[in-house]
């Protein structure tokens, strides 16, 4: 049972930091079209 909830919290992080680099990059498209 504690080996789920382990991969929830390892795995969470790891999205948010996904999105955040995404959101990254998006600006610095955008800076690169203005």
Known sequence: MPLP???DI???PS???S???GC???S???CWIC
Do not use: N, W
């Open 19 to 21: 999105l955040s680099v």
């Open 5 to 7: 909830v382990h991969q």
């Open 24 to 26: 990254l990059a998006v």
């Open 28 to 30: 610095l498209s955008l």
């Open 10 to 12: 390892s795995l969470c």
């Open 15 to 17: 999205l948010s930091f």
